[in-house]
């Protein structure tokens, strides 16, 4: 079946420097979204990329699909402790008809 | 607050046992989908509902069940509860039945087997 890859499973930051994680599908996704879960919360929706090679950005995050859309970056410059928390990625296969969710990756930004 | 409620937010109960958690979708979402986090692990993707309908299944067990009712909510039973099926459970819904729509999460239920 379709798997998500997400790396790496933890990072650890000095508050200022950037952030990048990595997800990889073993299959050709239609689209792509990303969720982050502060600690003791729940997944809150980021953004959806749906075109091969699309960047978005959300101020300083900037999101990138990969043109064979099998693969997908979320990139933070110079993170705030605000950015705490887990990244998902969730790779959507209309025919399947499911997501799957990565295992995420969760930052931790030091003050 | 994402619009989507469970209940109850904390569950403690004893290997063998059954129990039901409860999902109140966002007003006017017609898919309900469930996935459990286990500690320090990613979510792990259940079932789907749409409209009263089961759509989509992933990994759920056998001794666990799902239904969505007329009125939109949904109800996650589980029983012979193992220690293993401690997890966080999380409850989340969309406005459409494919999932190319974002999804809004609940709190989620912390289920404690022991």
């Known amino acids: 079946g379709q798997q998500v890859m997400q790396i790496p499973q933890y990072q650890h930051v000095q508050e200022g420097e950037d952030f990048t994680t990595y997800c990889n599908s073993s299959t050709t996704l239609s689209n792509i979204q990303w969720y982050k879960q502060r600690p003791g919360g729940h997944p809150v929706f980021l953004i959806q990329l749906v075109k091969s090679g699309e960047v978005k950005k959300q101020k300083r995050l900037t999101f990138q699909f990969g043109e064979a859309k099998k693969n997908s970056s979320l990139h933070i410059t110079a993170t705030q402790t605000t950015d705490v928390g887990t990244y998902f990625c969730a790779g959507l296969n209309t025919n399947a008809g499911k997501s799957t969710f990565g295992d995420g990756t969760t930052l931790t930004v030091k003050p | 607050d994402s619009g989507v409620t469970q209940t109850p937010k904390h569950l403690i109960t004893a290997t063998g046992q059954r129990v039901t958690l409860r999902c109140s979708p966002r007003?006017?979402?017609?898919?309900v989908y469930w996935y459990q986090q286990s500690l320090d692990q990613g979510l792990q993707f259940l079932i789907q509902y749409y409209n009263g309908e089961e759509r989509a299944k992933g990994n759920i067990l056998e001794r666990f069940s799902a239904q969505q009712f007329p009125d939109l909510h949904s109800e996650l039973n589980l029983s012979s509860l193992e220690l293993g099926d401690s997890a966080l459970y999380f409850c989340?819904?969309?406005?459409?039945?494919?999932?190319?729509?974002?999804?809004?999460f609940g709190p989620g239920t912390r289920l404690t087997v022991t």
């Open positions: 007003s006017g979402d017609l898919s």
């Open positions: 989340a819904s969309s406005a459409r039945l494919a999932p190319t729509y974002e999804q809004y």
